[in-house]
């Protein structure tokens, strides 16, 4: 049985850094992508980014683009989100994802397995 567990969150100031990690268990990486996504209080699930498989490429929503980065190791089953100066509209439950094909996509259902999520609060 394949799952995604996510590990890194807390609470920070803003202007601080995180990273967050998703381990994948059950059998090595499939091939496809992996996202990232975040849901805060009150408000719908959405994409921050994706990467790759051979982490060559990825793609990043507007609001996270040039503060966070997505990396992978994929002799450690393990996708990054690397995130810096961090605001408090950040503030969130963050879950990554793996997607469903090889392309890059923002769309929540493109994608098959999920974590549980790791809590990330900025304060201001």
């Known amino acids: 049985q394949v799952q995604l567990v996510e590990s890194g969150g807390g609470l920070v100031q803003a202007g601080g850094s995180l990273r967050l990690s998703c381990v994948v268990s059950g059998r090595t990486f499939s091939g496809y992508p992996m996202g990232w996504f975040r849901q805060a209080p009150g408000k719908e699930r959405e994409f921050v980014g994706v990467i790759t498989w051979s982490g060559s490429r990825t793609n990043y929503a507007d609001s996270v683009k040039g503060r966070f980065t997505i990396s992978r190791d994929n002799a450690k089953n393990t996708v990054y989100l690397h995130m810096n100066s961090l605001k408090p509209e950040d503030t969130a439950v963050y879950y990554c994802?793996?997607?469903?094909?090889?392309?890059?996509?923002?769309?929540?259902?493109?994608?098959?397995?999920w974590g549980q999520g790791t809590q990330v609060t900025v304060s201001s």
């Open positions: 994802a793996e997607g469903l094909s090889v392309a890059l996509v923002r769309n929540q259902g493109e994608y098959r397995y």
